[in-house]
């Protein structure tokens, strides 16, 4: 069975542009989160949906939004890109989050570096 | 205040020897989750292994236990019979009610597996 998948895997943007990042989950997944991964913070949860709706967001500014479609790809966009938003971004998927068994299956991550 | 701790940011271990991985969490919530997660160099998150509040069995997934003393809130990651291909960075990861079921991760630990 094929794992979480992103895409792209790496790419690189200037301060001010901004970017899109994909994520297909593992079949018949529903949830999908998003999480950002830096040096300085670690890993951070950015947001999580489910079924099409986001259900959870984590502290980030309104410039990170989400989305999820409904064969449950989701993508995640940052606008206006800060040299701060260079980070390691990591898609996971599980059936459902609101339990508290089960793990979440992550992809390889989109290394996104900001210049 | 943080959730998850591990205050080992690096451990070395010889090629066949068990290794602990300490971590501390703190939650009011009287359900919650407990993972912990492996990051090989390539950033894949890869699950190893889950313990629930309520389990009141030490959770084992082959040569990972996890060592879960509630009253003490800490849930130590022990690998047993290391193997070259062990080192990595390791993340203990908490999910509880109270933050919406989004996972808190540590700063994790690097584990060198020398020969």
């Known amino acids: 069975k094929a794992g979480v998948t992103q895409t792209p895997r790496y790419l690189i943007k200037t301060r001010g542009q901004q970017v899109t990042l994909s994520c297909s989950p593992i079949?018949?997944?529903?949830?999908v989160s998003w999480y950002q991964q830096t040096p300085g913070q670690g890993l951070q949860f950015l947001f999580e949906?489910?079924?099409?709706?986001?259900?959870n967001k984590g502290n980030f500014p309104g410039r990170f939004s989400g989305r999820q479609f409904s064969n449950s790809r989701s993508e995640m966009n940052v606008s206006t890109l800060e040299l701060g938003d260079s980070a390691l971004y990591l898609c996971?998927?599980?059936?459902?989050?609101?339990?508290?068994?089960?793990?979440?299956?992550f992809g390889e991550g989109s290394r996104l570096t900001v210049l | 205040a943080q959730k998850i701790t591990q205050t080992q940011p690096g451990m070395f271990v010889q090629e066949k020897e068990a290794v602990t991985l300490d971590c501390t969490y703190d939650?009011?919530?009287?359900?919650?989750?407990l993972f912990w997660y492996k990051q090989p160099s390539s950033g894949e998150m890869i699950f190893l292994i889950y313990?629930?509040?309520?389990?009141?069995q030490n959770a084992t997934e082959g040569r990972y236990s996890l060592n879960f003393q509630k009253a003490r809130k800490s849930a130590n990651l022990v690998i047993s019979a290391s193997q070259l291909g062990d080192s990595a960075m390791y993340f203990c990861?908490?999910?509880?009610?109270?933050?919406?079921?989004?996972?808190?991760f540590g700063k994790g630990t690097s584990l060198l597996v020398t020969p």
């Open positions: 996971a998927s599980s059936f459902d989050t609101v339990t508290n068994t089960g793990e979440l299956f």
């Open positions: 079949s018949g997944h529903r949830s």
């Open positions: 949906y489910f079924s099409e709706t986001q259900r």
């Open positions: 939650t009011s919530d009287q359900s919650y989750g």
């Open positions: 313990q629930g509040s309520y389990d009141e």
């Open positions: 990861a908490m999910r509880e009610r109270n933050s919406g079921y989004a996972l808190n």
